[in-house]
Every structure is written in structure tokens, then in C-alpha cells.
């Protein structure tokens, strides 16, 4: 694949994503939003933090004074050995405090850093968990991991080191400024003439670093996305032979990758060289000024000397708030994309006062319910429908005749664009999304397996449940017989997403979760589409005492596995075209009798 070939691809598959650069302004007020997670630590950390910087800080601006205007004018120029070890002995001590209070400052910053960056995740990852799919629809699981991990790890330093660090260098700056111009006014204003100009050329680069940082953020999103797209279907890629294409087009993401670390690091690097430059022109100000100053005995060596060493502390915070700085626009690409993430509503959200069902009997009506995806396709057409408590409905038709959108709507995932969903008579958007989703359970044909123990994911249908239920679920779905089989039964650990286990049985541990979490509600969406011949029929008996007394609603294409259900409802394109029991739809010869009919023919086909 050519490099323009490959750069195109990657524009097309990235570029149009949600996840693009963020156009704002710089604001202060957006990072004083990001140091509200400091807010917390106010009244231990932060004020010991403080402390620490205020102690380093006036010792640091007491140590110069005492060696050139005590030391060399005063002590040695007048011979006195006395004041002399008086001044070695309080230079000695002030150190031993500023060695103290660094090491109690450092100890105290990471302990508020690694606090601060905890709170941040977790709140992210909270609010996350709490947004509807349609956010999820449009966004990559690799670039939601971008926003959780990497984002919030480009903070750390931020708040272990850098806000600190700017009130230190602030507070260091002023201190040397005064003192600066209390030694030497003239002196201090000849050195001071440079300022301007580098103020100047630092703000220019302010706009390019920041611009940098974002697209670095962006480039590490679609690196991160692809990479999760990667494993998760390199089964698939080996199948088609495609590892060469895709370890080209992750060489041409790398690439971008690498390219954007570049450049975002060079032009940080332009500050610190240009700050060192202005320290020599500082230098040598002060030399030739100062030599003349001596000359004419406008201040002594001894204040020679002690204002040398200012104007090297003048220098050093003045290039470490540009460090400061830079991370301010790390800081701020990152939070940017972190309050983009927080920012997003739920778009199925509770009223203020929901109604609680603590007990739902599960009769369900649809009354001329429409619903959008996103906004122009339309799933569902004025539909209308009845579940009483306790019947078994089917849903059948051709792929994206509005099944599982009829399911998804059921657990409020999404919401009905028109028309109204009931439950119990209520409208679902009055009820606690709580209260609801604790009584319906649903079981897709993909079955998601978490990393843990066999017994661990059966019980994340309730995880108050005991072994002997776990175990009685678990039995009732016909799963105890595989499981049984295993090295260590139910504490067998599986990986994410159950790679050690089939498809049939990973399907089985999925009904045992459902089952206990023992729902007034159960939808099976394809839930048996992957189980062979044999475990079907031992669940079809298990559903027959499962299901009483439970609405269900089986989603299914295998036509077999619904022919005991109370009523059957044929969609087409988002509409109702028929219903009934499967001998009144093989009577009236209609849409259903020519599915059923056509899966005949595939089976005898077979």
C-alpha cells in the first residue's frame, strides 16, 4: 500500500469520527474546573503542601544575603571569625530546613497528585457507565480507553509537580524582584530591559504548542482504537489473511503518532534554549554593569556577589514556569477531551421524582411508538402492541425489521422518539431506570464473558446471590453438566470474553445469569442462535418452568425455537404485519408461513 494510499485510509476511517480536535480558547476557567479536583484536599494536603513551598521559598531568598552582604562584607572584610561561624552555622541549618520541608513537599505533592488523578478517573468512569448507548454507537471503545487512561496519566505530573511548583516559582520570582531592586535598582532595571522581548516570542508559541498537544491527543486515540479493533477481531483478520494490510495501516497510525510527539516536543523545546540565551545576555549585562557599579562604588562585592546569585534564581523559575507552562497546555488538551466526555448528558435520563417499581407484574404496551436512530432512518413505524404479565411474545422478521429495537426500548437503552412504552401502565420515562432494568433481564446472542471465575459470572445476575443459588441456576439452563467437567468447576477462572469456552457455552452461563437474577421481564434476543441441537432442547424444557409466571419476549431467526410462544408478531421495516399463535399464522398463510416454509427448505437443503 502506498504512503498516499495509506494516509487517505486513515483519514477516512478516523478522520469524520466524534473524536476530533477540540477548537477553544485557552481559559483559565476551564483549568480552574480541573483544579476543583483539588478542592477536596484543601484542609490537609494542600495547605502542608503550601507550608513546605513557603519555608523552601524564604529560606532560598535569606541564603544569598547572608553569603555576600554578611559573609564577604561584613565577616571576612572585618576579619571577625565569630560572626563568621554565627553565618556558616544559621547557612547550615537553613539548608537542613529546606531539606526537610523539599522532602516533606515532594511526599506530600505525589500523596495529593495520585489522590487528585483517582478522583478524576473515577469520576469519569462513573459518568461514563451512567450514558445511554447512542454514545457508545458513535464512539470506539479504544477512544473512550484514550479519554480514561491516557488523558487523565497526562494530568499526573500537572497535579504531583506543576501546581506547586507554580506558586513556588511565583512567589520565588517576586521574593528575587524586590530584592533584585533593593540592591541595586539600576542593575536590576538593565537586566530587566530583556523581558519584553522574550514575554514577546513566548506568547507567540502559546496557539502552536497547545494546537500540538490536542493533535497529540488525537493521534494516540486512533492509535489506542485501532489497536483494541486489532485484537479483538484478529481472528477474523487471519482468516481473510489480512496481517500484512493491517500491520501496514497500524505502521501508517504509528507513524502520524510518532509524527505528532515530534513536533509537539520540538516546539516545546524551542522555550527553554531561548530562556537559557536571555540568561547569558542577563549574565553578561550584569558583569559589564555591575563592574562598573563596583568601580564607582555605587554597591560592594559583597552585594555583587549576592545579586549575582539572585539573578540566578531570577533565571531558573523563569524557565521552569515555561516547563509550567507547557504543562498547563498538556493539561489543558487533556481536559479538554476529559469535560467533553463529562459534559455529555445521558440521553435517556430519570425525572427528578421517578416512580419506584419495587415490584413489577410485566404487562408491557406499545402505543403508537416510532422510533429514529439517528435521526433519519426510521426503526419503527407507529407501532402498537400488547404483552399481558406473563405471556411469551416472539418477535420475528428480516434483519432490521425493528426486533431488538422493540427489546432496546423495553429497557429503556434508548428512548421511543413518538408515541408511548408502558409497563405496568406507567410510561417507561416516568419510572426509576433502577427499578426497571433490576427487573428485566436480557440475553444476546453475543455473549459477553467477563474475566473471573465461572461462578463469578453466573452471579453477576445478583451478586448477593449464594453458591447453592448460583449452582441451582446454573443447573436449571442445563450449564452444571460442561461445568462440572472443568479443572475446577465453578472457580474455573475464564479471560475476557470466555475465549476458553464454546459459544454454546458461553450462551448457557449467559441464561444462568439471567435466570438468577430472577426478572419479572426476559428477553431473549437470538439467545439460542448459537447453541447446537441438543443444548436446545435442554433449555426449551427449562424454559417452559422458567418462564411462568415471567414476560419474555424471544427475539429469533430459527423459527423452531419459538413455537410455543402465546403470540408471534411478524415485522417488516419497522411495522406490524401480522400476529398470532404459530398454528393460527401457519393457517393464514402469510408473511410467517413463508419464513417458516423457506427455513424448511434450507434445512432439507442441509
Do not use: C
Not at 425493528?402 to 412504552?421: C, M, N, P, Q, W
Not at 445476575?461 to 465453578?490: H, W
Request: no cysteine; glycine share 6%.
Amino acid at each position: 500500500m502506498k504512503t498516499d494510499e495509506k494516509q487517505n485510509l486513515i483519514k477516512q476511517r478516523f478522520y469524520y469520527s466524534t473524536d476530533q480536535i477540540i477548537e477553544k480558547p485557552f481559559n483559565w476557567k476551564q483549568m480552574g474546573r480541573l483544579m476543583g479536583y483539588i478542592k477536596p484536599y484543601s484542609k490537609n494536603l494542600l495547605p502542608l503542601s503550601f507550608l513546605t513551598v513557603i519555608l523552601t521559598t524564604i529560606v532560598r531568598l535569606i541564603v544569598p544575603i547572608l553569603i555576600g552582604v554578611y559573609t564577604l562584607d561584613k565577616a571576612i572584610v572585618q576579619k571577625d571569625l565569630d560572626l563568621l561561624w554565627v553565618l556558616v552555622g544559621s547557612i547550615f541549618g537553613l539548608y537542613l530546613v529546606s531539606y526537610v520541608a523539599n522532602t516533606l513537599r515532594i511526599r506530600w505533592m505525589n500523596m495529593l497528585g495520585q489522590n487528585v488523578i483517582y478522583d478524576l478517573r473515577k469520576h469519569l468512569f462513573t459518568h461514563v457507565q451512567s450514558l445511554s448507548h447512542r454514545f457508545f454507537d458513535s464512539r470506539s471503545a479504544g477512544s473512550i480507553l484514550v479519554r480514561i487512561m491516557n488523558d487523565i496519566n497526562s494530568l499526573q505530573e500537572l497535579f504531583t509537580s506543576g501546581v506547586i511548583n507554580l506558586l513556588m516559582d511565583f512567589l520565588l520570582l517576586i521574593g528575587v524582584i524586590v530584592i533584585l531592586f533593593t540592591i541595586s535598582p539600576p542593575l536590576a532595571l538593565a537586566i530587566m530591559i530583556i523581558l519584553p522581548v522574550m514575554f514577546f516570542i513566548s506568547t507567540s508559541l502559546r496557539k502552536k504548542i497547545r494546537r500540538s498537544w490536542q493533535t497529540v491527543r488525537l493521534k494516540q486515540s486512533m492509535l489506542n482504537s485501532h489497536l483494541n479493533e486489532s485484537i479483538q477481531g484478529i481472528r477474523v483478520t487471519q482468516a481473510y489473511t489480512q496481517e500484512k494490510e493491517n500491520i501496514e495501516f497500524f505502521d501508517g497510525i504509528n507513524t502520524e503518532n510518532f509524527s505528532s510527539w515530534q513536533d509537539a516536543t520540538q516546539k516545546n523545546a524551542v522555550f527553554r534554549p531561548f530562556v537559557e540565551m536571555t540568561n547569558a545576555i542577563g549574565t553578561a549585562i550584569l558583569i559589564w554593569f555591575g563592574a562598573s557599579l563596583i568601580a564607582n562604588e555605587s554597591i560592594t562585592i559583597g552585594e555583587f556577589v549576592s545579586f549575582a546569585f539572585y539573578l540566578g534564581m531570577f533565571w531558573e523559575p523563569i524557565s521552569r514556569l515555561g516547563q509550567v507552562y507547557n504543562q498547563l497546555l498538556m493539561g489543558m488538551a487533556s481536559s479538554e477531551r476529559i469535560f467533553e466526555f463529562l459534559d455529555e448528558k445521558p440521553i435517556v435520563s430519570e425525572k427528578d421524582d421517578p416512580v419506584v417499581l419495587p415490584d413489577m407484574k410485566g404487562d408491557i404496551e406499545f402505543d403508537g411508538v416510532e422510533f429514529f436512530y439517528d435521526g433519519t432512518r426510521k426503526a419503527l413505524n407507529s407501532v402498537s402492541l400488547e404483552i399481558k404479565s406473563g405471556q411469551t411474545v416472539a418477535l420475528v422478521g428480516h434483519t432490521g425489521s425493528g426486533k431488538t429495537t422493540i427489546a432496546s426500548l423495553i429497557s429503556r437503552f434508548y428512548d421511543a422518539t413518538g408515541g408511548e412504552v408502558k409497563i405496568d401502565g406507567y410510561n417507561i420515562k416516568d419510572l426509576s431506570i433502577g427499578s426497571l432494568r433490576s427487573q428485566i433481564s436480557v440475553v444476546l446472542q453475543d455473549t459477553f464473558i467477563f474475566s473471573g471465575t465461572i461462578m463469578e459470572n453466573i452471579r453477576f445476575g445478583r451478586p448477593s446471590a449464594s453458591d447453592e443459588e448460583v449452582i441451582a441456576a446454573a443447573e436449571a439452563v442445563g450449564a452444571d453438566e460442561f461445568i462440572k467437567d472443568l479443572a475446577n468447576g465453578y472457580a474455573t477462572e475464564v479471560e475476557e470474553r470466555g475465549n476458553v469456552l464454546s459459544v454454546g457455552e458461553r450462551q448457557l452461563l449467559s441464561f444462568a445469569r439471567a435466570i438468577l437474577a430472577d426478572p419479572k421481564i426476559l428477553i431473549l434476543d437470538e439467545a439460542t442462535a448459537s447453541i447446537d441441537t441438543e443444548s436446545e432442547m435442554k433449555i426449551q424444557q427449562a424454559l417452559k418452568t422458567l418462564l411462568k409466571g415471567r414476560t419474555a419476549i424471544m427475539i429469533a431467526h430459527r423459527l423452531s425455537t419459538i413455537r410455543e410462544a402465546d403470540n408471534i408478531i411478524v415485522l417488516d421495516h419497522g411495522n406490524i404485519m401480522e400476529q398470532g399463535n404459530h398454528d393460527a399464522l401457519m393457517k393464514h398463510q402469510g408473511i410467517y408461513f413463508e419464513l417458516v416454509k423457506s427455513q424448511f427448505k434450507m434445512l432439507d437443503a442441509g
